[in-house]
């Protein structure tokens, strides 16, 4: 019974700590986005259309 509570204890801090990691993957994703978004507002080229870097 012990073992179970363990088994348990430790399956929800792995499921703690995923969730941290996706959290944090998912803002530096954002950001990278919106870097890109910028970029390529900035360095739109004349004849209208988007250089992507």
Do not use: D
Not at 18 to 26: A, G, I, P, Q, V
Not at 30 to 50: D, K, M
């Amino acid at each position: 019974m012990v073992q179970l509570r363990n088994l348990a204890a430790a399956k929800a801090k792995i499921v703690k700590q995923t969730e941290r990691l996706l959290s944090l993957h998912r803002i530096i994703l954002l950001q990278n986005i919106y870097w890109r978004i910028y970029l390529c507002h900035v360095t739109q080229a004349p004849n209208g259309n988007f250089l992507v870097v």
